[in-house]
């Protein structure tokens, strides 16, 4: 039977969930309650199946100790991370095919951290009074299905039991039909290779994706947007990839420099922990990126501006930031388990950065390589310069077929 968890904190919501479990039965799912509450909860409240006893502990915690501290901050993380490690237990043990909470800003954020520790793929809805604003919290680069509670979470009500009770059938609909795509065989299918792509290396990225679809690979683009980056590096992270052909890593720019669309330090490191091959480009790294013309800071006032388009303005990378983004690639590259080989294209890295663009800068490119060939001096990496422009076809297929060399010898 199909198993819905419940994420929750039955100190303030007791009545909620208990109600949702009733619905969730009457639609032919087990449930199992997780309690993350950190105060008892209320006479009457049904017992959890893991209590905040049992969720404090799991994060290292004592939760009397919680309790007598009167840290709310800190109590509440406690419990994230308790909830994190039973709910990821309890989808390793076959117990967990959904998970559904209700929540307000605590109980949201508890739950969306139990929630993105889960594969891609199975069912998480989160049904909360935050889901009308900012999301990327509860979200991050997982695939989170936020609901909106229209009223706070206080008691079932007229409008509370239209959204909460869709909810429930929504969470059970997904639970049966994920027990269902576990329970069958697996077809095999082509394997899966992630791209990073921006709209400057597209001509690049959709040449290496059709010479890979020839090759026999099913490619999965990610714009690198920053959420996009923190996606890929997940699904890496998750199993789901044979390769990653990353040709644009212009998010490592953003991250060093200030930009908007940076995917965090940790991009360009999850397929090296996981040792699967990775063919690796320098794509828009000429650039760092912000919102409309007037959004860019003051200290970069009289840099080399491109306006994009009315919400993206790019910034011109200086030889001293190239330098700087080629010796974090090298040093994030060396780290990896597994065959990884580097393409540097000496006619530019980005449709801008060609002869005869704003952004075209040999010298800051030249300092770029520099300071990655010699951070890459000595290691396991191979490096290749290319005598092409990163959006050459040439340079594509070179890419395409290193990839499916390096995944070739490695499997």
């Known amino acids: 039977m199909a198993t819905v968890v419940l994420v929750g904190t039955l100190d303030t919501k007791g009545a909620e969930y208990a109600w949702l479990a009733e619905r969730l039965r009457e639609d032919g ?5 997780v309690d993350a509450g950190v105060l008892p909860p209320p006479p009457g409240t049904p017992a959890a199946d893991l209590g905040p006893e049992e969720v404090a502990r799991a994060a290292g915690h004592d939760l009397a100790a919680l309790r007598s501290a009167g840290d709310r901050g800190a109590a509440v993380t406690a419990m994230a991370q308790g909830a994190e490690r039973l709910v990821g237990e309890l989808y390793r043990s076959g117990r967990l095919h959904a998970v559904l909470a209700v929540a307000g800003s605590g109980g949201s954020s508890i739950a969306a951290r139990a929630m993105q520790a889960l594969p891609v ?3 998480k809805l989160l049904v909360s009074t935050m889901a009308g604003g900012d999301v990327a919290p509860y979200v991050g680069s997982s695939d989170v299905t936020l609901m909106y509670s229209v009223v706070d979470v206080a008691g079932i009500n007229s409008v509370s039991s239209l959204i909460l009770g869709n909810a429930a ?3 059970a609909g997904m639970a049966v039909r994920h027990e269902r795509v576990l329970a069958a065989p697996r077809p095999h299918g082509r394997p899966l290779v992630g791209a990073s792509m921006f709209g400057v290396t597209t001509p690049a990225v959709d040449v290496a994706r059709e010479r890979l679809d020839e090759l026999g690979y099913e490619v999965l683009v990610f714009h690198a947007t920053g959420a996009d980056g923190r996606a890929l590096e997940k699904l890496v992270a998750g199993g789901f990839l044979a390769g990653v052909l990353d040709l644009t890593t212009t998010e490592l720019a953003d991250e060093l420099v200030g930009g908007v669309l940076s995917a965090g330090p940790d991009r360009l490191t999850a397929a090296g922990r996981a040792g699967i091959p990775q063919v690796v480009a320098p794509g828009a790294l000429d650039m760092v ?5 007037e959004t860019v800071p003051e200290r970069f006032a009289e840099r080399r ?3 994009h388009n009315p919400t993206v303005t790019l910034m011109r990378t200086t ?3 190239m330098s700087a983004v080629g010796a974090d690639l090298g040093h994030k590259l060396n780290a990896a388990r597994g065959p990884v080989t580097v393409l540097w294209p000496l006619g530019g890295v980005s449709a801008v950065d060609a002869p005869g663009g ?3 800068d040999p010298a800051a490119d030249r300092a770029g390589l520099a300071a990655l060939r010699s951070a890459l001096a000595g290691g396991p990496v191979e490096l290749r310069e290319v005598d092409a422009h990163l959006n050459d076809p040439a340079f594509a297929v070179a890419a395409a077929d290193r990839l499916h060399q ?6």
């Open 406 to 411: 390096l995944i070739t010898a490695h499997a």
């Open 289 to 293: 990126n912000f919102g409309p013309r």
């Open 358 to 360: 704003p952004f075209h």
């Open 319 to 321: 030889a001293e930031e």
């Open 305 to 307: 501006l491109l306006v």
């Open 29 to 33: 799912c087990e449930v199992v309650m």
């Open 169 to 171: 059938a929504a969470a």
């Open 121 to 123: 793929g199975v069912p």
